[in-house]
């Protein structure tokens, strides 16, 4: 504890860190008000059907993206999942486009204008969601609701087009909250609006379980005892799986060590089981919300309905494979065997057995595709336990945190974030400000 005091003392020396985390958290109360702000011309007291709606499956789950906005009728009510999917399609079309692989290759420039590209396919989906859920809106709460059609006199269709152009107008301005975080903040903008959004329904889904377990269920209270403990277990789980492990298994160990060494140690490739993090499955929640816009459509209702039970077999599956998918998918992305083999020749290293150059490259690719595979096999697992949870009787809200997208997003969003704190202060700490010389970062440990 003293020194857990002491690490927080040396954050408010710095004065750069002091001034990063303060405007993160006046961005993100910023985005956490804008989620309680209703759309022009709706009645909030009349919205307590769509918010009791809003509470149990997939649309539950996009509801706590949104950290309630969605539930909400918000001018945030879209939140920044559009955004993700944009990202997910310009992401796969720099594997299969050469003209966005080009840009990827182009450095700081390429990423400019793929950024931008990404901007204008988010207005685009926005466009197709806007609609959508201005449609969903009809049908949930009541006609009298939408004072601006019966009070003002406004059509449907023109309470619909500027309510439309309010929630592509609210995620563009969520996305450039996440992008001044990102730049003038800490951690990664986006994902901590995310997070926050997460953490907001956290009271209200543990309230839920607690009052369930004790009033309605006999022995309630050694089953929500059970439940925080296999709950403590599994986010332990989670954060091993978002670390990723740093060795290789043993059956490859002694095999791609080079045999440079440095002070008498020999030097392993950093490989990790996990190498993607938690991406693979917030691009796979993204795609899997794509069936709740064609929903409103009597020709696709029953196919969308199929595709959006959160607890069925076939929403489970497909979500589990598009994780194992994704994970290969991004590690291809992060982790370049070439680089590797480049930079081992460099260091006068070499894999015993194996030829320098492409045998080293194609060597290290069937490494890290075996690797791969459990690592990618294991957090399809934790991605579907919420489903598990579920058909065991936990609370629908509170289900979701045994895993699945939002314990994970979490996990790894909060890592990465104190992971960026610890390199201020160890940065700080060589230039003379720390005196204890004790604190260690996660990638120093």
């Known amino acids: 504890?003293?020194?857990?005091?002491?690490?927080?003392?040396?954050?408010?020396?710095?004065?750069?860190?002091?001034?990063?985390?303060?405007?993160?958290?006046?961005?993100?109360?910023?985005?956490?008000?804008g989620c309680f702000i209703v759309l022009p011309g709706i009645d909030s007291a009349q919205l307590a059907n769509l918010q009791d709606n809003t509470q149990e499956g997939l649309?539950?789950?996009?509801?706590?993206?949104?950290?309630?906005?969605?539930?909400?009728?918000?001018?945030?009510a879209l939140g920044v999942m559009p955004y993700i999917s944009a990202s997910i399609v310009i992401q796969l079309l720099g594997v299969f486009v050469p003209y966005f692989r080009k840009l990827q290759m182009e450095g700081e420039s390429g990423r400019r204008k793929m950024n931008q590209m990404t901007r204008y396919l988010t207005i685009l989906i926005l466009c197709i969601q806007g609609p959508a859920y201005m449609a969903s809106l009809h049908s949930q709460i009541p006609e009298s609701a939408f004072l601006a059609v019966h009070n003002l006199g406004w059509s449907n269709f023109m309470f619909n087009f500027v309510s439309t152009i309010i929630l592509v107008g609210g995620?563009?301005?969520?996305?450039?909250?996440?992008?001044?975080i990102t730049d003038r903040g800490i951690g990664n903008g986006i994902s901590l609006i995310i997070m926050v959004g997460i953490i907001a329904r956290l009271p209200y889904a543990l309230t839920a379980e607690i009052g369930e377990k004790v009033n309605n269920t006999a022995g309630g209270v050694l089953m929500l005892i059970v439940e925080l403990v296999v709950l403590f277990f599994v986010f332990v789980a989670a954060i091993a799986l978002v670390q990723g492990v740093r060795k290789?298994?043993?059956?490859?160990?002694?095999?791609?060590?080079?045999?440079?060494?440095?002070?008498?140690?020999?030097?392993?490739?950093?490989?990790k089981i996990n190498a993607a993090g938690v991406m693979p499955i917030i691009f796979a929640q993204a795609l899997m919300l794509f069936p709740l816009i064609f929903s409103q459509f009597d020709a696709t209702r029953g196919l969308a309905a199929t595709l959006s039970n959160y607890t069925g077999f076939w929403y489970n599956l497909i979500f589990g494979l598009l994780v194992v998918i994704f994970t290969y998918f991004y590690t291809a992305v992060t982790v370049n065997p070439t680089m590797m083999a480049e930079d081992m020749k460099k260091n006068g290293g070499f894999i015993?057995?194996?030829?320098?150059?492409?045998?080293?490259?194609?060597?290290?690719?069937?490494?890290m595709s075996r690797v791969t595979l459990p690592g990618s096999i294991f957090l399809a697992l934790i991605a579907i336990?919420?489903?598990?949870?579920?058909?065991?009787?936990?609370?629908?809200?509170?289900?979701?945190?045994?895993?699945?997208t939002s314990l994970l997003i979490l996990v790894g969003v909060v890592l990465d974030t104190l992971q960026q704190i610890e390199s201020h202060l160890l940065m700080r700490h060589y230039d003379g400000l720390m005196k204890?010389?004790?604190?260690?970062?996660r990638s120093g440990m």
């Open 1 to 33: 504890m003293k020194k857990f005091i002491q690490t927080i003392k040396n954050i408010f020396k710095i004065e750069e860190l002091r001034k990063r985390i303060v405007y993160t958290i006046l961005l993100l109360l910023v985005y956490r008000l």
């Open 59 to 76: 649309v539950g789950l996009l509801n706590m993206f949104s950290g309630g906005a969605f539930g909400n009728a918000s001018i945030f």
């Open 171 to 180: 995620t563009m301005f969520v996305m450039w909250l996440g992008e001044r």
């Open 248 to 271: 290789v298994p043993v059956q490859y160990a002694k095999r791609i060590v080079g045999n440079k060494q440095y002070g008498g140690v020999r030097q392993y490739i950093p490989m």
């Open 352 to 367: 015993p057995g194996v030829k320098p150059g492409k045998k080293t490259v194609e060597y290290l690719d069937t490494i």
């Open 385 to 404: 336990l919420p489903a598990f949870a579920m058909l065991l009787g936990v609370n629908n809200q509170f289900a979701s945190f045994y895993g699945g």
């Open 436 to 441: 204890t010389g004790r604190l260690k970062g």
